[in-house]
T-cell receptor
Framework: AAGVIQSPRHLIKEKRETATLKCYPI?????VYWYQQGPGQDPQFLIS???????DKGSIPDRFSAQQFSDYHSELNMSSLELGDSALYFC?????????????FGPGTRLTVT | AQSVTQPDIHITVSEGASLELRCNYS??????LFWYVQSPGQGLQLLLK??????LVQGIKGFEAEFKRSQSSFNLRKPSVHWSDAAEYFC??????????FGKGTHLIIQP
């Protein structure tokens, strides 16, 4: 079965640079979520989109922005990168047609800021 | 704010023994509850979910969990663990288009 696709899988940036992470949800899933997981930490919810509209917002820094496009893929834009932004970034998707909205996670993008 | 607590940071179990990982959620309306498993450097795989109905839910890989409203718990169980079950286990709550709130995770170690 098709899964959530994230690109790139690994990304190395320097401080104050920008980064763009991409997420392609499971086909026919209309809701996308972004999470950040620091080393040895639990995933922290950043932001979600349903039908291209922001749905819920978590602990996303003001330096980060995201959007969902007409084909339901999503991009997380990160500017003025800091060392503390080094983490695994996960995208998850779900279908609003399923009552429980279970979320399926992608493999993640490992961002290293030097 | 809604929260999830996993009291055990590490658990060590012998291969073939039974397993129970604890999860408690903060009081609130009937939550949507999930268990995810994560191998090092990997994504999170959904093991099972609860949102209504039968309080004993079956998941993949031989796992099950029981929702107990009176104890605000959603403990994960497996009758006989395999070495391949060694991983990080996260309990989470959420639902709808809202983000999930995760517990801090339980690191499962399997002894031969």
């Amino acid at each position: 079965a098709a899964g959530v696709i994230q690109s790139p899988r690994h990304l190395i940036k320097e401080k104050r640079e920008t980064a763009t992470l991409k997420c392609y949800p499971i086909p026919r899933h209309d809701t996308v979520y972004w999470y950040q997981q620091g080393p040895g930490q639990d995933p922290q919810f950043l932001i979600s989109f349903y039908e291209k509209m922001q749905s819920d917002k978590g602990s996303i820094p003001d330096r980060f922005s995201a959007q969902q496009f007409s084909d339901y893929h999503s991009e997380l834009n990160m500017s003025s990168l800091e060392l503390g932004d080094s983490a695994l970034y996960f995208c998850a998707s779900s279908s609003s047609g399923r009552t429980s909205y279970e979320q399926y996670f992608g493999p993640g993008t490992r961002l290293t800021v030097t | 704010a809604q929260s999830v607590t996993q009291p055990d940071i590490h658990i060590t179990v012998s291969e073939g023994a039974s397993l129970e990982l604890r999860c408690n959620y903060s009081y609130g309306a009937t939550p949507y509850l999930f268990w995810y498993v994560q191998s090092p450097g990997q994504g999170l795989q959904l093991l099972l979910k609860y949102f209504s109905g039968d309080t004993l839910v079956q998941g993949i890989k031989g796992f099950e969990a029981e929702f107990k409203r009176s104890q605000s718990s959603f403990n994960l169980r497996k009758p006989s663990v395999h070495w391949s079950d060694a991983a990080e286990y996260f309990c989470a709550r959420g639902g709808g288009a809202d983000g999930l709130t995760f517990g801090k995770g339980t690191h499962l170690i399997i002894q031969p």
